[in-house]
Structure formats: structure tokens, C-alpha cells
């Protein structure tokens, strides 16, 4: 039985819907004690309609989102929707089940008028650590499967009719490093009774039937508008390859190879011929590799546009059982985050061949380690749980913006926070001179960020990427410059380390990361020399990256463009 | 004989309230805002209006004033090059950010423009810990060489920001001296002072904006006091901090930042003003113009504060401005004003963030607008009257309207041409009430408790609406529309907030502490509040941001007078679980957790006895509303269907407890009222028009 519902009220449920996700994501960060969580953004938030579908989102992390909206579905195999009750909470960790690794947290609450279920609001949360063999649950090398790695909850109701079950607060308790973890699940479930008081408000001011259409309205219209969107990108096969460093010291990289199909009923992504899954804590499970095709084709096509289920049934992948992209349980998964870059940029490549003006060149990478401190006094455990951020890749009529994430999304540290609450120093945070990728339009610039220990010794987890292969450019456009990590000890000097290894820090040790810069887009040669004065002055590019990538020559105090000698080595670069 | 006046620059207007401080009788005034200097208009209006009114100059007394000028520096870009001086290694505290994407998917999103371009963001060897202990000591030499760059590369202002200087201002104030050594002609700012909390980013950002501005605004203020003193009163003149506090102009050019939501500040205390109307002192303040609205809290009087917000934001997304850490009334704006552009989306209808502003502004203009707005629909529905726009300056173009409405909203879907007007009334009327239940349902706070106070040039036009989505019951339309913060100006008294970081559990032994503090605090109040020039009983009022011990962000409490006593430890922890359960509800946290201030705050203010309530005159004399029904025309509402006639009632004409009910429209110059069937509205003794719903 089918209510019809008017523009007016659908606007005004759409509008609800999107605002009550938005305020369950504030009210989490706001509550939530872990610095991944209220500093580092890393969380999510969405609404669901009854039937498990996903109709709102916050705008969080992609990777979460994309993978969220599977979860419900999966989740009521264990509790069918008959079983629950106001006040219920179920959670799930597993890599399958959610977004890929096990510290991303999910939380389902069904919502309900008097005795109906209307929906579920739900969101996801980054634990700062949930067990396993390192700080911070995202060791990559020395992990053969996923039971190295923290605590996994199949379906679990945390909260029954309102009350939590202190047994199960207990067990977590018990195998997480960090009590804060508590705190954030408390936070969770205030955030979803904050979001599900929203929807309640809508079902009893519009009706249940009326509600329950409007969000089947929004999912339908959104796929019908994205069907559109694909309708104009030109149709065929695009194919695009790149490769991830490593797994590890010591091991081969993995190849991320795909085939995307633009056709009458959608978009199909399908990595066959892919690498094989690793023993090592980085295989992408099919859930989250599916999340970033989705922000790939959702930002070449309606960016805009919310992201719902109707969204997402016009966008399919495909990835081989046993390919890293789609591995087997128990594959481990800790460092998965540091793939999304991978994900998102070889469809990136593919989807330009399709869109040469809507896509991005190759981002920086960014950073995501943990170390782990114990102090010897008091045994308190802190983590510095690291986001290093670089910037993004340029496209066509402009620059890369500089220190921005993407495609993931999230917040860096604060240096004042991370030393008042750890025993580090952050010595430096800077963009890298010469470090963007050269272009017509250059990309972002590498980030850097040197931490000294202040603690006796300390346990790191590094993980990142792009120490081994370029961020593409585009059109022409140059690669950015590799990253690198360095630990500088005061009695070896400084040395390079593996971008994925663990390594034992002693005090007075400075960790210095620094990420590739973002590819360009467009031949360096076309740039508007007066642009690269402006970058030459604002310290972005070297008097010598001047000449070298740009065959722009400059002299003088203060510095200006020799125009002729410019033009001279611009017509011997072209023939070169 | 002492007069007072009120000015409240408006982006068109600039309005004027002369009060005579004996009597309360006032005198209003308006002249068109001079955008290029609006302290022009400011002086020429106020010297009109004494002019007309037959006062001497040498009796203003006091010119209180609100003003965009900060704002519009900042937004405008049109401040003076400004350099930033920090710790070494932290160059690009102001380019990093805090990195977070404003929109997931769109790769077309840049950064705002840096206030601070890269090659004057200069740095020095120093550092200190987060305790205030220092690490390395200040390289003098450094900060020489540094200051010597500065004043080369031509910056009139700078602001120094070194990590954890929170907790120890010492090198700031070291560095500080330098420079005003080396190069005296640099207005120097320091984080130390302008904003003294925690998080680098924030901090700098709020430090430079203040030094950005501080050229400009202090430039400003020597304009309009030598303006006054060639009037023949010099140091009189007053100005509206985003805190809703007045504050000297010295005080301002030492603080120019705490002025950037001058003019919205002072519009919420005006609305704080109609509590008397209302019956109550809990108010939602709802300012809806030309291209934003507006809306605020007031609980017991007392407007909602933040410690936090941005300037420059792309479409008011979060995270896409320039942030700044000050007390500020805490407004929640979102692009839903009169020009916001309507459009057909997805079967439903979208209302902004997008406004076509004055400029080419809505269809009925005839400006060369060409997408249905607001406005247009507003006019449609029967709300406006062609001619008499702006008082019948203005003619509007109702075909036009309804062409564009029908073309752009209706047809495609399949509305009729009302349906369509009144779905993009109702829509924009459910953005502003999702935003004022963000700031109260969202902070623990029934809007059902609250009287809705709208003004601006739009506020009247959809209060009722707006208040029976809130389900508020009470709705006060402030007479006097359009001057309405002027007049509120002359009611506010001066207000200071300092704050200190210092992280201190909350246990018996910390209280010698705590109270060595607040005595600080409440002595460096004390200072400005002797230099204001006010006379009047002192206020002070101690809070503390305040956590559970291992979260990250803190929720303000309100402390008892102090000094404290050991015991007092369990009042305060007390204190904060109550605020803590009625925002995020009892079920949050756990009691027993142990809990730290982090930020001190102190709030001093004097409420002098010289501001009164003055009464407007109440015209009439216990007529009939009928004496000021100027006739009928249709219009829809939403429980009728169609459009149906409706009377049309003179403001100007209304007496004193004159009572009528809805449907019903009341015209004044600037703006219409319309109050929907079933609404029961009486004139008060004031002037004001006191609206109740049913039941």
C-alpha cells in the first residue's frame, strides 16, 4: 500500500533525513573521547528506511559510507527486523560485514514509532585500537590473517531495550589497549538515538505510510537521476592499471588493473587481473573496494548528489574471489585505508579516458600510523594515531588544492593535542618545495611532518605509500615526486624505512614522513610562466624546478621572467 | 539634557536611534549605507537627524554603534598585507588547516583565500610544552632578522602564534617587544591575548584575522570619533562586540577581531529585548533577509554563546571558512533568505543556498532576474503588495513572477502555479526550522517553550510559519521594523570575556588553583571595566570548559561565586553532569568518570542604570483594528487550497490594543507581516503585535 507524497512533503522529509545524519555525526564527535574520532573525523553517519536500505548519509569518509550501505542488510540475517525492539543496538566489526577492518565499529539502532519499525539509524566509528598484535590495529607487516588482529563481533546486540550489556563492554574491555574505546561506543549509541529522534519527528508529523514512501521516492529518483548522469559520459570500456608499492619489506607490489564499462544500465568496475590477496594486514574486502568505485563515479558524475541505495544500484563491482581486491576471510585487513588512494585513482585513470574534464590526476598519499607508548610508572597505554595529508591532483583549468584530503576524508592532528595527551614532539609540518607533480596545471605539494619521541622507547606502525611508484599526471602533466619515510636517531643518523614496516623507536628518535606529490595535468610547458613566478615566490617551486619542469627561466632581485631566454628553453625542451 | 544614539550599518540601510537618556523619547532615522566608507553616511545621518529634531550636538553623550566593517574586510579581502610569525618548523599552520573536504565528491573544492599569502608566513627557533615549560628559549636574534624582513616586505600588520603559547605568554610578549622595536609601524597581534586555547590552527587563524582587520577598523573608529568630535563630544563612542557586549574604541583597536558579528550580535539583543512582550524569556531571534537567516537561542534572557565559528564560508558548508576562536553570540545562519533561488530537484523543490542577492535579484524586480525566488513566491501567494514594496518605492512585477514560478517549479512538477508558490513558502520555512532545532531540540531545549521574535526585511513574512513548524505559541513582531537594532543598541551595556587555558582536574587540591585563576581573570575584567567609561552595577560570571578527563571537547559550565572551598569540588563536578545529561541525555556517560576544566572564563559586564526600555508611542486611542484596515486582497494558505481574500491592514494606523485574527496581512515599509488563519493578534501597549496560535 502506497502513499502519495507531494513535492513539498518530499522535500521536507529529504531535507530532515539528510540534517538528522549530519546532526548524529555532530553529536558523535562532540561526545566521543578518542582522538580518531574527535579530531581525526574518522566516523560516519546515515539513515536507513525499514527495510534496511540506505536513504541519508553525513558527509564523513567515503569508505565508510560506501560500505555502510550493505551493513543493515547483513546485520538483520542475525536479528531479523520482528526481533527488535526501541532502545536496541546491534554492533559489527567484521571486515565483511562493514568497511573492510576491524577497528571501524557499526553501529545499527532500529528506529521505531510507538510499536513500528520506520527505519535505523546507523553510523560507524574509527576505534583508536581494538586489540591485535600493534597500537592502533593496522600493523600491515608480519599479519597472515585476520585473527592477528583485534577482536571481531559478528552481529552483537550492545544495547538491549535501552540498557546496555555490560558483558559485552566487558569483553571489549578486556582486549583493547585503550579505555577510550568505552567511551566512543557510549558515544555511538547517543549519536544514533539523536538521529532516530529526528526520524520519529517526521514519521509523526507526516505519518508512517507517508514517510516510508518518501524515503522509497528518494532512493528511486536518485537512481534515476544517476542513470542520467552515466547516460551523458561517453559509453565504452576503459581500462587503467597501477600499482601499489608493496605488502611489506621485502615484498612484491600489487597490481590494480581495471576495466570500466560505461553502459546503458550503469557503471561496471572489474579488477580481474589484479594481484592475488596478501599475507599482510592490507587486502581490500570486496565491500570497500566497492566504496570507492562509488566516490570515483559519483564525483565525474553528481557530486553533489546524496548517496542513497538508488545511487549505488547504478554502480556494480567486479573483482575475482581471492584477488586482493576482493579477498577471502580470513585475509587480514588492518592497513586497508592506505588502498583507497589505489582504489579511487585507477578508476580515476580509466574514467578519464571518458571524461577528460571531470576527472582528477593521481593525489598525494596520505599517512595513516600508529605508535604505541607505555608509560613504565603508571603501564597507561597511549597511540599516536597519525593522519599525514598531502594534496590533491590537478585537473583540467586547475591547480590541485594543497593540503586537502582526498578521496578520503578526515581531519589531521593538531600538534598541541597530540603532545598534551602523548609523549612526542612535533618538530615540523610543511609542504615539500618541488614536490608537486609538474603540469599546465600542477598538482598539490607533499606534506611533511617530523615527530621526535620523548618517551624511552615506543612501538611504530608506519603505513603509507607512493615510496616506490609516482601519483600519475594526466594529459601530459608529470608524475608528483616519490614520498619517504626517514628515522633520525641521534646516535645512527638518519636512515629510510619502509612505508608499511614496524620498526622500535627509542627516545630523541624523529620520525619524518613525507609524503609523493599529486600529479599534474596538462603539458608543464603550458603554464603560464606568470604562475610559476607566483609558486617560485611563495617558495612552492625552486628557481632550478623552474627551469628543469617548467622551462620557465628566472633572474634577478627581485626575481622576474626572462622572457626571452624562457621562450628559447621552451622551444629546446619541446624538441627535446 | 544627555542623548544617546544607536547606528546599525545595514548592507543598504544605515539606521539611527536618538534617545533622550532623561525622558526615553526617541527619535528613528535612516539614510542609504555609503559602501565605500560607511563612516560617511554614519555621521551625515547623524548629523541630519540632530539637525531635524532641533537638538545640539553637545548634548550625545554616547554613540553606540554596530558595524560590518570587520566583516567585510575579512570577506572582501580588503585589508592591508599582513604577515604571521611562528614557531620554527610550522610556516604553514595557516595553508595546512585542518584539511577536512567541505563537499565528499565535488573535486572542484578549493581552500578560502589565504588572509596570509605563503612568503609572509615567516618563523623563529623557539618552544614551549604544552605545560608552559619552555624547551628552547626565544632566538632573539631571529625574531630581529625576521622583523627586519617583515617591515621589507611592506606589512602594516602581523600576528605571532607559537605552539602552546596558551599556557606561556612570555615569548609572545618577548617577540612582540621586538618587533615594535625593530619595526614600529607593524601592528602587532598575539595569539596569547586575542585567543588563549588550545589547537594551533584555530588559534593563528584567529590571530591574524585580528591583525588583518586591525588597520582597517582602527582607521574606521578614528573616523567616526573625530566625526563626533567635531560635533563637539570627543571619546563617547561605543561598539557592538560579537560577544553582545559594547566595548570602547580603544578597547576595539586592541581587539578589532571581537567586533566581526557586530551587527548580528546587536540583532539578537534586540529580540533579547521583547521578553516583556513576549511573557517570556525564552526566545528564538529570527533574522531573515536579503539572502541568509539567522536564528538564535535566548534562554532566561541570555542568547546561546560559542566559542567557535567561520567567516567566509562557501554556501555556509562547515569547514569551508576561515575559523575563529571568540566569544560570539551563536547564531545559526543558513542561504535561505528572500532572494534564495527556487528549483525543481528530483520531484521535490529546492530553495537556495543560492540567492540571486539584490543584484540581479528575484524575478519580480525586473532586474534581469531570471529564476523564481522567495520573494517571488512570497509575492505570488498574495504576501506582497506590487505597490507597495519598500513602502511603494519599488513596483513589482507579479507576471513575471508567476511566469517564472509556473516555468521553472510547477510545470515540471505538475503543481499548479499556488501549489508550486506555497511549496517553496513551506520549504524555506522548514530550512530555517530544521536549523533553529539543530540549536534547540539538538542542545536539549523544547522550541515549544520559546516565543519566536522575526525581523529583517523577510523575518515577518514567514515568522508565523516558521513558529507553527516549531510549534512555538507565541509570536512577537517588534514595532519599529527596520530600525529594530538601533534601537537595541541603545539598551546594551558593556560586556568583556577573557579566558585562559589551563587544564586542571577538578579535585579538593586544585581549588587553591583555580581560585588563583579566576581572581586573575576577574582582575584583568576589572581593568577594562574601569577603562570603558561606564558607570553602573558590575556583573561577574565565571565558567569553565570542562570534560571528562580523556575526551577532546568540552561543554561550558556556569561556577558558583567563588573563591571555593574543598567541597565546593563535588558542586562543581555537579554542575557539569547536570549540563552534560541535558544536552546528550542521562544515559551518556558515566557518572563516576573523572572530569577536568580546561578553559577559564570569565564574563564582566555593567548594566547601567541610563538605559531603560523606551516606550515607542502607542498610537490610537482604544480604536479598533478596523481604523487601520486598508482593504482586502487574496491570498493562499495552506489549509484553504486556494487563494481568498484577506484583509490588508496599515501598521502605522494600528492602535494600542487593537485585537484581530488571521488570515490577515499588516504592512509597514519594510517588510510584511502575514499571520495565517487561526492566528489570534493583539497590538500592545508598545506598539508591538503579540501573536498567538490557538490553544
Redesign the interface.
Known amino acids: 500500500m502506497s502513499a502519495h507524497v507531494?513535492?513539498?512533503t518530499?522535500?521536507?522529509i529529504?531535507?530532515?533525513l539528510v540534517?538528522a545524519s549530519a546532526?548524529m555525526g555532530?553529536?558523535l564527535?562532540?561526545?566521543?573521547?578518542s582522538?580518531a574520532v574527535?579530531?581525526g573525523?574518522d566516523f560516519s553517519t546515515g539513515m536507513f528506511d525499514a527495510d534496511g536500505n540506505m536513504v541519508s548519509q553525513g558527509?564523513?569518509s567515503?569508505g565508510h559510507?560506501g560500505s555502510m550501505a550493505y551493513t543493515v542488510g547483513k546485520m538483520l540475517a542475525y536479528y531479523p527486523a520482528h526481533t527488535l525492539r526501541p532502545g536496541d543496538a546491534m554492533i559489527s566489526n567484521d571486515p565483511g560485514i562493514g568497511s573492510g577492518h576491524l577497528p571501524d565499529m557499526y553501529m545499527v539502532c532500529p528506529v521505531f514509532l510507538d510499536e513500528t519499525l520506520i527505519g535505523f539509524a546507523v553510523n560507524i566509528a574509527h576505534q583508536i585500537d581494538i586489540g591485535g598484535s600493534g597500537a592502533g590495529s593496522q600493523v600491515v607487516d608480519g599479519i597472515l590473517d585476520n585473527y592477528q588482529e583485534g577482536i571481531r563481533f559478528l552481529p552483537t546486540m550492545l544495547y538491549r531495550a535501552?540498557e546496555p550489556n555490560e558483558e559485552i563492554f566487558r569483553i571489549i574491555e578486556a582486549n583493547v589497549r585503550m579505555?577510550?574505546v568505552i567511551?566512543d561506543m557510549?558515544?555511538q549509541?547517543?549519536a544514533n538515538?539523536?538521529g532516530g529522534?529526528r526520524m520519529q519527528a517526521l514519521a509523526r508529523t507526516y505519518g508512517i505510510p507517508v514517510l516510508r514512501q518518501a524515503m522509497r521516492?528518494?532512493i528511486d529518483?536518485?537512481e534515476?537521476?544517476m542513470r542520467e548522469a552515466i547516460g551523458r559520459l561517453k559509453p565504452g570500456t576503459y581500462r587503467f592499471e597501477d600499482q601499489l608499492d608493496d605488502v611489506g619489506p621485502g615484498t612484491a607490489p600489487v597490481l590494480a588493473k581495471v576495466a570500466v564499462t560505461i553502459g546503458e544500465d550503469g557503471v561496471t568496475v572489474d579488477w580481474t587481473g589484479s594481484g592475488p590477496q596478501r599475507e599482510a594486514g592490507l587486502n581490500s574486502y570486496l565491500s570497500y573496494t566497492n566504496a570507492y568505485a562509488l566516490?570515483a563515479v559519483?564525483?565525474v558524475t553528481l557530486?553533489?548528489l546524496p548517496?542513497n541505495a538508488g545511487t549505488m544500484r547504478m554502480i556494480r563491482t567486479i573483482a575475482p574471489e581471492g584477488c586482493f581486491f576482493n579477498p577471502r576471510r580470513p585475509a587480514p585487513c588492518g592497513g586497508r585505508a592506505t588502498v583507497s588512494h589505489r582504489i579511487y585513482e585507477v578508476i580515476m585513470g580509466a574514467l578519464a579516458q571518458a571524461a577528460p574534464d571531470?576527472?582528477?590526476a593521481a593525489n598525494s598519499h596520505f599517512f595513516n600510523p600508529n605508535i604505541g607508548f607505555q608509560d613504565a610508572q603508571t603501564g597507561r597505554i597511549s597511540i599516536v594515531w597519525e593522519t599525514i595529508?598531502g594534496g590533491?591532483g590537478a585537473?583540467h583549468g586547475?591547480d590541485g588544492?594543497?593540503?586537502?584530503?582526498?578521496p578520503w576524508?578526515?581531519?589531521?592532528m593538531?600538534?598541541?593535542?597530540q603532545?598534551?595527551k602523548c609523549p612526542i614532539?612535533?618538530?615540523?609540518?610543511?609542504?615539500i618545495p618541488d614536490s608537486a607533480g609538474a603540469g599546465k596545471w600542477r598538482g598539490g605539494s607533499g606534506?611533511r611532518k617530523?615527530m621526535r619521541m620523548l618517551a624511552p622507547d615506543g612501538n611504530f606502525y608506519n603505513l603509507g605509500d607512493r615510496h616506490l611508484f609516482q601519483p600519475y599526471g594526466l594529459a601530459g602533466g608529470r608524475p608528483g615526486a616519490l614520498g619517504r619515510t626517514l628515522i633520525v636517531s641521534p646516535t645512527q643518523g638518519g636512515r629510510e624505512v619502509h612505508s608499511k614496516g614496524n620498526y622500535r623507536l627509542a627516545e630523541n628518535d624523529v620520525v619524518s614522513w613525507q609524503t609523493a606529490g599529486a600529479g599534474g595535468y596538462g603539458d608543464p610547458l603550458e603554464r603560464d610562466p606568470e604562475a610559476v613566478l607566483r609558486d617560485v615566490?611563495?617558495?612552492?617551486v625552486s628557481v632550478e624546478g623552474a627551469r628543469r619542469d617548467y622551462g620557465v627561466v628566472l633572474a634577478g632581485a627581485p626575481l622576474a621572467i626572462d622572457a626571452e631566454a624562457t621562450a628559447a628553453l621552451r622551444r629546446s625542451m619541446r624538441a627535446a | 539634557m544627555a542623548l544617546t544614539v544607536g547606528i546599525d550599518v545595514g548592507g543598504t540601510f544605515t539606521d539611527f536611534a536618538l534617545m533622550d537618556d532623561r525622558t526615553g523619547a526617541l527619535r528613528l532615522g535612516k539614510v542609504l549605507t555609503s559602501a565605500d566608507d560607511p563612516s560617511r553616511a554614519v555621521l551625515a545621518g547623524l548629523r541630519t537627524l540632530l539637525a531635524e529634531g532641533g537638538f545640539d550636538a553637545r548634548d550625545l553623550a554616547h554613540a553606540v554603534h554596530a558595524t560590518t566593517i570587520a566583516t567585510n574586510t575579512v570577506i572582501q579581502r580588503k585589508g592591508l598585507p599582513t604577515a604571521l610569525l611562528t614557531t620554527e618548523g610550522f610556516r604553514d599552520v595557516l595553508l595546512i588547516g585542518r584539511q577536512r573536504r567541505f563537499e565528499l565528491y565535488d573535486n572542484s573544492i578549493g581552500k578560502p583565500r589565504p588572509i596570509v599569502p605563503r612568503e609572509l608566513c615567516f618563523e623563529v627557533p623557539e618552544r614551549l610544552m604544552w605545560d608552559g615549560s619552555v624547551r628552547r628559549p626565544l632566538d632573539e636574534d631571529a625574531v630581529r632578522t625576521a622583523a627586519l624582513a617583515i617591515r621589507a616586505s611592506g606589512a602594516a600588520g602581523l600576528g605571532i602564534c607559537f605552539l602552546h603559547s596558551y599556557a606561556n605568554p612570555a615569548h609572545e610578549r618577548r617577540a612582540r617587544d621586538i618587533v615594535r622595536e625593530v619595526a614600529p609601524e607593524v601592528l602587532v597581534s598575539i595569539s596569547s591575548e586575542v585567543s588563549p586555547v588550545y589547537r594551533e590552527y584555530e588559534r593563528a587563524s584567529t590571530t591574524v584575522l585580528n591583525a588583518y582587520v586591525m588597520p582597517v577598523v582602527s582607521a574606521y573608529i578614528g573616523r567616526i570619533e573625530d566625526g563626533l568630535a567635531e560635533m563637539g563630544r570627543r571619546r563617547s563612542l561605543y561598539i557592538m562586540q560579537s560577544n553582545g557586549g559594547i566595548a570602547s574604541g580603544d578597547y576595539v583597536r586592541r581587539h578589532p577581531i571581537r567586533i566581526i558579528e557586530s551587527g548580528p550580535a546587536a540583532g539578537v539583543l534586540t529580540a533579547a529585548r521583547y521578553a516583556e512582550a513576549a511573557g517570556t524569556s525564552n526566545l528564538i531571534s529570527f533574522d531573515m533577509g536579503g539572502t541568509t537567516a539567522k536564528v538564535c537561542l535566548i534562554e532566561n534572557g541570555r542568547p546561546g554563546m560559542t566559542e567557535t565559528f567561520e567567516v567566509d564560508m562557501i554556501n555556509l558548508k562547515p569547514n569551508s571558512g576561515i575559523p575563529m576562536n571568540i566569544p560570539a553570540i551563536d547564531l545559526v545562519e543558513i542561504g535561505a533568505g528572500g532572494g534564495s533561488i527556487a528549483r525543481a530537484e528530483m520531484g521535490g523543490i529546492k530553495v537556495g543556498p543560492i540567492s540571486a542577492g539584490s543584484s540581479p535579484g528575484p524575478i519580480c524586480y525586473g532586474l534581469g532576474g531570471r529564476e523564481p525566488t522567495v520573494t517571488d513566491a512570497n509575492l505570488v501567494l498574495g504576501y506582497l503588495n506590487p505597490d507597495y514594496f519598500l513602502g511603494g518605492t519599488m513596483a513589482l512585477d507579479l507576471d513575471a513572477a508567476r511566469a517564472g514560478i509556473m516555468e521553472r517549479v510547477a510545470t515540471p512538477l505538475g503543481m499548479t502555479l499556488e501549489e508550486a508558490a506555497w511549496g517553496i513558502y513551506e520549504v524555506v520555512s522548514t530550512q530555517m526550522a530544521q536549523a533553529a532545532r539543530a540549536v534547540s531540540i539538538g542542545k536539549g531545549r523544547d522550541p515549544r517553550h520559546f516565543a519566536l521574535i522575526p525581523f529583517g526585511g523577510a523575518g515577518p513574512l514567514h515568522g508565523a510559519e516558521l513558529a507553527r513548524q516549531l510549534g512555538c505559541g507565541r509570536v512577537v513582531f517588534p514595532k519599529g521594523a527596520g530600525v529594530e537594532t538601533a534601537i537595541g543598541l541603545l539598551m546594551a551595556d558593556p560586556a568583556f570575556d577573557v579566558a585562559r587555558t589551563s587544564i586542571l582536574a577538578l579535585k579538593p587540591e586544585n581549588l587553591p588553583r583555580i581560585n588563583e585563576l579566576l581572581a586573575g581573570l576577574a582582575a584583568d575584567t576589572g581593568r577594562e571595566l574601569d577603562a570603558c567609561g561606564v558607570d553602573g552595577e558590575r556583573h561577574l560570571v565565571a565558567s569553565c570548559d570542562m570534560r571528562f578527563v580523556g575526551q577532546g571537547y568540552e561543554l561550558t559550565v556556569e561556577l558558583p561565586a567563588g573563591p571555593y572551598r574543598a567541597e565546593d569540588a563535588e558542586t562543581i563536578r555537579q554542575a557539569f553532569l547536570r549540563t552534560y545529561a541535558a544536552t546528550y541525555g542521562e544515559r551518556a556517560f558515566d557518572p563516576k568518570a573523572p572530569i577536568e576544566g580546561v578553559l577559564w572564563r570569565m564574563a564582566a559586564s555593567i548594566r547601567t542604570p541610563r538605559l531603560t526600555h523606551p516606550d515607542l508611542p502607542a498610537d490610537g486611542t482604544g480604536a479598533g483594528a478596523g481604523v487601520a484596515l486598508k482593504g482586502r486582497r487574496p491570498a493562499y494558505f495552506r489549509d484553504r487550497r486556494r487563494a481568498e481574500p484577506c484583509d490588508v491592514y496599515d501598521r502605522y494606523l494600528l492602535p494600542a490594543g487593537a485585537r484581530f485574527t488571521g488570515p490577515a496581512i499588516v504592512e509597514e515599509r519594510e517588510s510584511t507581516i502575514v499571520l495565517p488563519p487561526g492566528a489570534a493578534a493583539q497590538v500592545d501597549a508598545k506598539g508591538n503585535l503579540v501573536v498567538d496560535f490557538g490553544g
Not at chain 1, 401 to 406: D, Y
Not at chain 1, 409 to 412: D, F, K, M, Q
Not at chain 1, 414 to 417: H, I, K, R, S
Not at chain 1, 537 to 540: P, V
Request: hydrophobic residues 40%; glycine residues 6%; charged residues 25%.
Open positions: 507531494d513535492p513539498v518530499f522535500s521536507v529529504w531535507g530532515g540534517s546532526e555532530a553529536t564527535q562532540r561526545t566521543a573521547y582522538s574527535r579530531e573525523t558527509d564523513y567515503p559510507l535501552g579505555p577510550e567511551g557510549r558515544a549509541y547517543i538515538q539523536a529522534a521516492d528518494l529518483r536518485s534515476v537521476q566516490a559519483k564525483s557530486p553533489l548517496q571531470k576527472v582528477i595529508i590533491v585537473r586547475a588544492a594543497e593540503a586537502l584530503a582526498s576524508n578526515g581531519t589531521n593538531p600538534a598541541e593535542m603532545e598534551m614532539l612535533v618538530e615540523r609540518v610543511e609542504l606534506m617530523d615566490r611563495a617558495r612552492f
